[in-house]
């Protein structure tokens, strides 16, 4: 019995070393597309950046304290997210209230200083992923890495 031509010419296409080529060049490309991005994703640090207050800005002392805003990337489940402020005349750091963290963006009342205390001093404030029962070797981590990569955001309050 012979084979319907459409059989034969498929056969002869599929049997063709330009197929074999072509194939490869599919697998290869959704490879390179899909599974490397993935498993360099897999070990890519967690990443956070405070988006509000800029860099340079002053902020405002108030009792309820100061709405402050960022992005975050691979935080989450046994890592949280720590918000800290560190007044430049001191060498402290002072923890916030936990953040609330939605698809990637983050919001924490901030405190910059008391009402007598800390005005018009500026302050580095960072967001720093960590665990809860190491979160003063994250922070030490923070305070160590290089200013440049330490300051998110640094304000004055009036």
Known sequence: MTEPPRVTVLR?????AWFRGLAVAMVAGLVTHFVFPWLADIHARPTVEVTSPVA????QWT?????????????GGDL??????HPLPTDNWYVQRMPTMINGHWAAVVY???????????YVLRGIPGTPH???????QAVSSSLS??????????
Do not use: N
């Not at 002869?12 to 063709?16: E, H, P, R, T, V």
């Open 63 to 75: 009792p309820e304290g100061q709405l402050v805003t960022g992005t975050c990337r691979k935080v």
């Open 80 to 85: 949280h997210l720590y918000v800290a402020i």
């Open 12 to 16: 002869k296409i599929w049997g063709s």
């Open 134 to 140: 190491l979160i003063h070797l994250h922070i030490q």
């Open 112 to 122: 910059f200083g008391m009402e007598e205390v800390g005005l018009g001093d500026q």
């Open 56 to 59: 340079g800005e002053r902020v």
């Open 149 to 158: 990569d330490a300051v998110s955001g640094l304000g004055t309050p009036r």
